[in-house]
């Protein structure tokens, strides 16, 4: 506590004079996602269930569960640029143009079993695994070619494995490599130089390889090769996801096209899974109709790889500043759009109407069925109501009576069949509900500090809940809303609570509604002053003058007035002073003085060094001048002084 001082000589001064007062201070995991910064091939392993993705710029292959799930790594593999495995599934080869290496890894383990070594400055690029060897593509944009390996051959014996120069004259650029399970001895290659789209399909079934077609490249097929696939069960190549060339004689000729895509991967059974803008596409062969469709991501999708069983996808998806392993499941079930127009608003207890349609892209059953489900007040798990039946335009209706108010819920849905998968969809309807009177007393009233004061909530009619919640909210914001009482309004309809009324506080009465009476809530502010009393002290007697009992002091002698007022942070004390001149009193001035941790406040009162002097003082909170607002405006008692010889 900080003792401070005000002249009674200069309160004086002020009545006769306007002087002013002289103030002296005395802080559940789930599975980590496999994600990479710049793929470098995907290729999934039917044996293991798993999903291996190389990483060019990190220099590393990921492996991924069958979900997308990380499950192991191996780093220093040189700059990724493509993934093959062998025919087994034993051995995983990953082509290393930086380090001029194809590097064979154990598929099970990641770890590196051998590293081949190419020798020619512009390689490996593409790997693909076919006719018992691994055929990668070397060269520039100029002057390509292809080269093998044989795995059956002991890099450390006097025979090279690698084999270079495979297909001279025929391939310009890094050539694109693709195989086909079907057709285990056939390669497919594209060129990606920058003046032709040739292309080829070799067989590599024999010690070198034939060429079974060539196209030489002039833009009358294809626009450029950026992707080539070989079509199961058809003597095909599909280019750029999109454009289907047959090749017979040695030639090859333009056979159909699916609708725009980029890149794409056929399943051993045929399906086609193409990406095309934000989504990947899933057709069967020689359709135009898609049977599924992703919607991967706004920024595309950076490659894709059937799961040798065509049972899913695996997408790069675009994820923060990398690609994410996503798994996409069901592909050969056509997903129907489903919808429900509910009306948004309409009274309880009267017939409502709600519509809506199922379409697909493959044609639905005959006389396909809906379940309706309604979620409301009086059936918050869902009540089962009457199967639809889906017109032949794919439309349905149904009517129903919403026996309960409030936010009431039709979902729709549709079981799916051997050609669809399930769909659900659904829509809500505010449904009226009547108002109930609510009500909290003693709004207004201003209580002592500290008083216990009763709040009673009074609720009206409802048709089920007669639950109240009462809240109280004390001013200042480091005190929060607090619940004091919940339950069950008597049989008057009242429910009450007791607050210490310590600050002004706002009570609230909550009534959360039920099926046929409305949400309500009722406030009511009351206020509270704060404790405060002053102590007086170096006087050498007390007595009485007239109606008032005086403290005496000489009128040499300070008095000291000690303030006690309830504590908040900031909080000062506004400081009243009077003197008695010719019958009346005058305000001398007010001054405010902050108060202590502890609550007090002491000023030291300069002696007048005159006789006869009557002064009288007083402490105050003044609401919002005080330095806070957290309690009603509150006036001290007047201390009365006398000034004597």
């Known amino acids: 506590m900080r003792t401070r001082s005000i002249s009674t000589a200069t309160a004086l001064a002020v009545l006769f004079s306007s002087a002013a007062l002289s103030v002296v201070a005395a802080g559940t995991a789930s599975a980590a996602s496999a994600t990479v910064t710049s793929p470098g091939g995907i290729v999934a392993d039917g044996a293991l269930q798993r999903v291996f993705v190389g990483d060019s710029s990190a220099g590393r292959i990921v492996a991924a569960n069958y979900s997308g799930s990380l499950v192991d790594s191996v780093s220093g593999i040189g700059q990724v640029s493509d993934l093959a495995l062998s025919e087994d599934g034993a051995t995983l080869y990953a082509a290393a143009p930086d380090l001029h290496e194809i590097v064979a890894l154990d598929a099970a383990t990641l770890d590196v079993k051998t590293r081949y070594t190419v020798s020619t400055n512009t390689g490996p690029r ?10 990668f593509s070397y060269g520039d944009q100029w002057d390509g070619n292809l080269g093998s390996v044989d795995p059956t051959v002991d890099p450390a014996g006097e025979t090279d494995p690698v084999a270079l120069a495979q297909y001279s004259n025929r391939v310009w650029g890094q050539a694109l490599l693709d195989t086909d399970p079907n057709q285990p001895g056939v390669l497919a290659v594209g ?164 519509k809506g349609k199922l379409s697909a892209t493959v044609p639905l059953p005959a006389g396909v069925k809906l379940q309706v489900t309604r979620t409301d007040l009086a059936s918050p798990d869902g009540k089962a109501l009457p199967a639809v039946t889906v017109k032949a335009d794919g439309t349905y209706s149904f009517t129903d009576t919403p026996p309960a108010g409030g936010t009431v819920t039709y979902r729709v849905s549709y079981a799916g069949d051997a050609e669809h998968s399930s769909a659900s969809a659904s829509d809500k309807v505010a449904v009226s509900r009547a108002a109930t009177a609510l009500t909290v007393n003693k709004n207004g009233n201003i209580y002592k500090y500290g008083t216990d004061v009763s709040f009673t909530a009074h609720l009206g009619t409802t048709y089920s809940n007669r639950t109240v919640e009462i809240w109280a909210d004390p001013f200042g914001g480091d005190k929060p809303k607090k619940l004091i009482k919940t339950g069950k309004v008597n049989s008057h309809g009242n429910l009450s609570a007791t607050v210490d009324m310590t600050r002004d506080t706002t009570v609230t009465a909550v009534f959360k509604g039920d099926a046929r009476y409305a949400p309500k809530s009722a406030k009511s502010t009351a206020y509270a002053r704060v404790r405060v009393s002053t102590a007086v002290s170096k006087h050498y007697k007390t007595g009485a003058i007239g109606s008032h009992t005086y403290y005496w002091f000489h009128k040499s002698t300070d008095p000291l007035l000690t303030t006690t007022m309830t504590y908040y942070p900031g909080r000062q004390q506004r400081f009243d002073l009077q003197v008695y001149y010719n019958g009346s009193w005058y305000s001398a001035d007010s001054e405010y003085f902050a108060l202590g941790t502890d609550g007090k406040s002491a000023v030291r009162l300069g002696a007048p060094d005159e006789a006869g002097i009557k002064a009288r003082m007083r402490s105050v909170y003044v609401n919002g001048s005080s330095g806070d607002t957290v309690n009603s405006t509150t006036y001290g008692s007047w201390k009365y002084l006398y000034f004597s010889n």
């Open 126 to 135: 593409y790997v693909a695994f076919a006719g018992g060897k691994l055929w």
């Open 191 to 354: 060129e990606t130089g920058i003046s032709t789209d040739s292309m080829a399909v070799l067989d590599v079934s024999g010690a070198t390889p034939q060429e079974v077609a060539w196209y030489q490249g002039d833009y009358s097929l294809n626009s450029g090769i950026g992707d080539i696939d070989l079509v199961p069960g058809a003597s095909q190549v599909l280019v750029n996801g999109k454009d289907r060339d047959a090749y017979a004689d040695g030639t090859f000729k333009a056979a159909g096209s699916y609708p725009s895509g980029q890149r794409a991967d056929i399943a051993a059974n045929g399906l086609i899974a193409q990406i095309s803008g934000s989504k990947v596409a899933v057709y069967k062969p020689n359709t135009t109709q898609p049977v599924r469709t992703y919607t991967t991501s706004s920024a595309g999708t950076g490659d894709l790889a059937w799961a040798p069983d065509s049972s899913r996808i695996f997408a790069l998806v675009p994820s923060g500043s990398g690609y994410v392993v996503k798994a996409l499941t069901g592909p050969t079930l056509n997903a129907p759009t489903l919808t429900v127009n509910a009306p948004s608003s309409a009274p309880r207890a009267e017939k409502l109407t709600v």
